[in-house]
């Protein structure tokens, strides 16, 4: 692809990266022009660019996450920063730190860029405001996950050219996603109809004012969409709580052949990762001629490319 | 299907001189049942003058009534697991024999209905077993233990009517919440005990002076009210189907008025027991009176017998549940609840019309017709295209129950000795006779 290189500053002028929520749709699209470009990097022999050298990235990850966390890291070192991963689950808040003093004392070493994932919603929000870097959020709780939606919008529309007009249903355990969340935020400025699927016990309240359509029925949920966006259901919440059982959800919701054909002929799955077969989907349709899945994780590096370095573009000593 | 009496029964009916009693109609007039291909042609004054179809034997019911089957939606079968108490052979006679045409099974059994296949087993020894119709409700929570929901889709694909946890409480209020919730995606009907278990605590029978003077621990009304009161917010909240499997006292009832006026998606029942019978007739601690909801005052129950006649409980059920001598041969207080049922809900019924309580289209409304519609079914009435389920009763034979004489399994019946009016002459299930008075 050839695509001129984006003026400076950008749409995208914040000091963080907390969400999804109050982003338009100039700075989404600046930002995914960016990755574009980034992915032509990623592509080549010499995967290296210098806009981050010398700078300091810290991956701050209360909760575990393999890819999300690889992702980053080679994101930051493809643009020539010092990255340091901290896997916080096994060190210093198990012995009784607060999220705020494992902060502080990060901040203390002067990183330029930290990124964050906690458990908690809104706990990435709260440290943001006590340190004096720029702060990504990688994710917390069922909040939002806003690397995963622009990377989402990014695969979507290298293969769909736009996305405004497209028919996205995202299926599965709404309640408790927040790639759902980022994801509904952000192609609704994008201009996408978005649809949300799932059973009664996994959508939660108040959903439908969020701009999506709700459905508890895959049939009339995939009708005509163009993209089938799955998510993963987790253990704790398959036996009986939720839903009484994997068979049972996999039966009524899992993403097979069967149900796929309900959407649009030409229509492209997707899954955030880590996937459950035979769970939310099935390995027919993971591994299939439309899945984008694997895809999803080469626009990964890329968008958190381009987020890294539209933040370090408006770094307090840049 | 066994049992049925008279062959094959495939010859069209004439019920000639009848007196037709269809509720979805709000018919009750003289007139005529015709019945072909396992079904009902024509029933009420207009079919008196139709044509009959050639061959039909012709019935002269000297002014019975002809009625829709009966759709019982609280029955306890002893299979599997307590077949010493009532097998579905046992039970489908007795149903039969009191013009009980459809039972709906509970899934309080060992083991517990909670899976599809066990679904499947009961609807297989039923079609095996007995000439009526039987429909399994299976559990709403794993086990019947109040924690985790079953498989509501797959085992209503598996033939599942609705759900319930039998004689337990959902206790846990996020569990019954998520069940209804869930229950609504697959329009199932949540079919409820209302009974707090520690408010029943170690109670044996309604709380108050009777059993105060018994020296026997009470069980407030409250333990049903609050549970009854919360269902409704929770049917409110998910707008999920809920369905009081019994109400016992005038409390209960004005919570379910005041939601049914705010038009929230709730229904109930009331047993048989506590429309006719009340915590006096314990008398000398007899232990086919104990039962759960415990037999209430004179007051509660006429509550519900107006309940029934204002249309505000839906449904009548028999709550027949089998107990056998090891269970209800004991101290009051240790003895098991309940009592059969399926042979005296009709002739018990009709007390209430012969008193002047209850007409005749509004009782077998109760009986027939809307637990019918609750649950989906295409019996229960007598409109031309319905499935040929119906009765033909006498209303005034007089006559006198003997408990040897009862079909169930199990003789555990309040009604031992007592004197009726009224009986069924004949049943029909899909246009087959099923049941015949002896007699002439």
Same mark, same amino acid.
């Given at each position: 692809m050839n695509v001129t290189p984006p003026p400076l500053p950008l749409a995208f002028s914040r000091r963080h990266l907390l969400g999804i929520e109050g982003m338009t749709a100039e700075e989404a699209t600046g930002l995914l022009d960016l990755a574009e470009q980034a992915i032509e990097i990623s592509r080549q022999i010499e995967k290296k660019k210098s806009v981050l050298r010398g700078r300091t990235l810290i991956n701050l990850f209360f909760e575990a996450s393999t890819r999300t966390q690889s992702s980053f890291e080679l994101a930051g070192k493809r643009l020539g920063a010092d990255v340091m991963n901290m896997a916080v689950g096994n060190s210093a808040v198990k012995k009784g730190e607060t999220v705020i003093d494992t902060a502080m004392t990060l901040n203390a070493m002067r990183p330029d860029i930290l990124v964050v994932r906690h458990h908690a919603a809104g706990a990435v929000e709260l440290l943001a405001q006590k340190v004096g870097c720029s702060v990504i959020n990688a994710g917390d709780g069922a909040h939002e996950h806003?690397?995963?939606? %622009? %990377?989402?919008?990014?695969?979507?529309?290298?293969?769909?050219?736009?996305?405004?007009?497209?028919?996205?249903?995202?299926?599965?355990?709404?309640?408790?996603?927040?790639?759902?969340?980022?994801?509904? %935020?952000l192609l609704n400025i994008l201009g996408a109809r978005v649809r949300v699927v799932g059973p009664s016990t996994l959508l939660p309240t108040g959903i439908e004012r969020m701009g999506v359509e709700v459905f508890t029925d895959m049939r009339a949920g995939l009708a005509d969409a163009d993209i089938v966006m799955m998510l993963r259901l987790q253990r704790e919440r398959m036996e009986g709580s939720y839903v009484p059982s994997i068979r049972e959800y996999f039966h009524f919701f899992g993403l097979d052949r069967e149900k796929l054909g309900y959407a649009k002929p030409d229509a492209l799955v997707m899954h955030p990762g880590p996937m459950n077969r035979g769970v939310e989907i099935d390995s027919s349709v993971a591994d299939g001629p439309q899945s984008l899945i694997g895809e999803q994780v080469e626009m990964g590096v890329a968008v958190r490319m381009a987020v890294l370095e539209a933040l370090a573009a408006h770094l307090p000593n840049a | 299907m066994l049992n049925a009496v008279n062959g094959g029964g495939d010859r069209p009916l004439v019920f000639e001189n009848a007196r037709v009693v269809d509720p979805s109609r709000n018919l009750d007039a003289p007139g005529a049942v015709i019945v072909a291909d396992r079904r009902i042609v024509a029933a009420g004054p207009d079919a008196a003058r139709t044509t009959r179809p050639a061959g039909a034997e012709v019935i002269d019911c000297r002014g019975a009534v002809v009625a829709p089957g009966l759709v019982d939606m609280r029955v306890f079968v002893g299979e599997p697991g307590a077949e010493h108490r009532e097998t579905f052979a046992s039970a489908g006679q007795a149903a039969a024999a009191g013009g009980v045409t459809t039972i709906v099974t509970m899934p309080d059994t060992d083991p517990v209905i909670d899976e599809g296949a066990l679904v499947d087993f009961i609807g297989r020894r039923a079609r095996d077993e007995t000439a009526i119709r039987v429909h399994p409700v299976a559990a709403i929570t794993k086990g019947l233990e109040g924690r985790e929901i079953t498989e509501f889709g797959l085992l209503r694909e598996a033939g599942a009517v609705a759900f319930s946890d039998g004689r337990r409480t959902v206790t846990n209020a996020a569990v019954m919440r998520r069940a209804l919730t869930y229950a609504r995606d697959f329009g199932a009907l949540i079919m409820h005990h209302a009974a707090d278990p520690n408010l029943v605590g170690a109670g044996v029978m309604n709380e108050g002076e009777v059993a105060t003077r018994l020296g026997l621990a009470g069980i407030p009304k409250e333990a049903e009210i609050v549970v009854v009161e919360r269902d409704v917010r929770l049917a409110a909240l998910t707008r999920g189907r809920c369905h009081i499997a019994q109400v016992s006292c005038a409390e209960s009832l004005d919570v379910v008025r005041r939601a049914k006026a705010a038009g929230i998606s709730i229904t109930c029942g009331a047993s048989i027991n506590h429309l006719t019978l009340n915590e006096n007739d314990i008398g000398p601690y007899r232990t086919f009176f104990k039962l759960a909801p415990p037999l209430r005052a004179e007051d509660d129950r006429l509550a519900v017998v107006e309940g029934v006649?204002? @249309?505000s409980i839906d449904v009548i059920v028999s709550s027949h549940d089998p107990q056998d001598v090891d269970t209800k041969r004991q101290a009051f207080a240790e003895a098991a609840d309940g009592a059969v049922g399926l042979e005296t809900m009709l002739p018990a019924a009709l007390r209430l019309f012969h008193s002047g309580?209850? @007409?005749?289209?509004? =009782?077998?409304?109760? =009986?027939?017709?809307?637990?019918?519609?609750?649950?989906g079914l295409e019996v229960g009435r007598l409109a031309p295209g319905a499935p040929a389920d119906l009765i033909l009763v006498d209303l005034d034979a007089p006559w006198v129950l003997d408990p040897d004489t009862l079909r169930s399994k199990s003789k555990n019946t309040p009604f031992d000795g007592a004197r009726f009016s009224g009986r069924v002459l004949r049943t029909l299930v899909a246009g087959r006779t099923v049941f015949k008075a002896a007699g002439p």
């Open positions: 806003p690397t995963q939606a %622009l %990377l989402d919008a990014l695969t979507i529309r290298r293969h769909k050219g736009d996305i405004a007009g497209l028919t996205v249903a995202i299926c599965g355990d709404i309640a408790h996603s927040r790639v759902a969340r980022s994801n509904i %935020l | 006649a204002d @249309g309580n209850i @007409g005749l289209v509004t =009782l077998f409304r109760a =009986l027939a017709t809307r637990p019918a519609e609750l649950l």
